[in-house]
């Protein structure tokens, strides 16, 4: 089956999922951790299957389409998390000790980095870095022109520059 090909069938979408469903689970896991990953994962191939019929290939790449679903999920997934947080603050209940949050791989310093990066700054780095998308397919992905993933790219590199290379920043 090539990527131009429309995916109609069952058996077709098996192919698909075969194909693409461990580079999509890595660039989630990469996001949410390893934990929420495959339930994302999953669901990002649910949502595909379920749109199938819309998916047009003179539009874009299969490839890309399925990381957009991805990314679109991700940040659905993020806002539940943080409607759930503020729900327990609400009602007063201990935080937990132990978050994802409190388990991701990359430094503090990193991680609080990241996390001033804009919600656009973030899915374009992340989607380059962690799913080895190219500019046109993160530009496909979002739903965004190439020139846009490239000056998001630059102003997240440019903002996370002192933290991955801070003494070339202290010279």
Not at 23 to 33: E, K
Not at 88 to 113: C, D, F, Y
Not at 141 to 153: N, Q, Y
Request: proline fraction near 4%; charge should be positive.
């Amino acid at each position: 089956m090539t990527e131009a090909a429309p995916v109609t069938g069952a058996d077709q979408f098996t192919e698909v999922h075969d194909r693409h469903f461990a580079g999509i689970y890595r660039y989630v896991a990469g996001r949410l951790g390893a934990q929420a990953a495959e339930d994302v994962a999953a669901e990002t191939f649910l949502v595909a299957y379920d749109r199938r019929t819309t998916f047009d290939p003179a539009r874009g790449d299969l490839r890309a389409w399925l990381f957009g679903i991805a990314t679109n999920l991700v940040s659905r997934h993020r806002r539940k998390e943080a409607r759930h947080y503020r729900a327990l603050t609400r009602i007063e209940l201990p935080r937990p000790v132990e978050g994802h949050e409190n388990r991701v791989v990359l430094s503090g310093q990193l991680a609080k980095a990241l996390a001033r990066l804009t919600t656009g700054e973030r899915d374009v780095l992340l989607l380059v870095a962690l799913a080895d998308l190219g500019y046109a397919e993160v530009a496909e992905a979002l739903g965004i022109s190439p020139g846009t993933v490239g000056s998001r790219l630059t102003r997240a590199r440019k903002k996370l520059a002192p933290v991955l290379a801070p003494e070339a920043s202290d010279g």
